[in-house]
C-alpha cells in the first residue's frame, strides 16, 4: 500500500492482501506475491494476517490489497518457491 488511507477500506475477516516485499526471513512461506487474510491489527499500522499455514504481523507498507477476492486463501493460490538452505553466515 502507498497510503495509508488505504487502511480503512480493510474489512477484518474479509479483506485480502498480497504480499509485496519478501518475509521469507520471518517464514519460508512468506515470499514475495503470497496472499493471505486480514484478521485483525497488532499495533496501529501492523496488519495480523493469515496466511493458509502461519498468522504473522505484517507492516502495513509490506503488502496491497487485493480488489474482488475475500476470504481465505488456499494453498493453490500461493506462490510456489523452494526455499534454498541458509548458510550460518547469511544475514
Known sequence: MKD????HRIVFNQTRVVLTRDLSVMNPNLVEG???????KLASYTLK????KVT??????????????????TD???PK???RPRAITDD
Open 4 to 7: 495509508r488511507n488505504e487502511l
Open 34 to 40: 503470497a496472499s493471505g487474510l486480514v484478521v485483525g
Open 81 to 83: 518457491v523452494i526455499p
Open 49 to 52: 494476517v493469515a496466511f493458509p
Open 56 to 73: 504473522v504481523g505484517v507492516n502495513w507498507q509490506d503488502c496491497d490489497l487485493v480488489e474482488g477476492k475475500t476470504g481465505m486463501p
Open 76 to 78: 493453490a493460490e500461493q
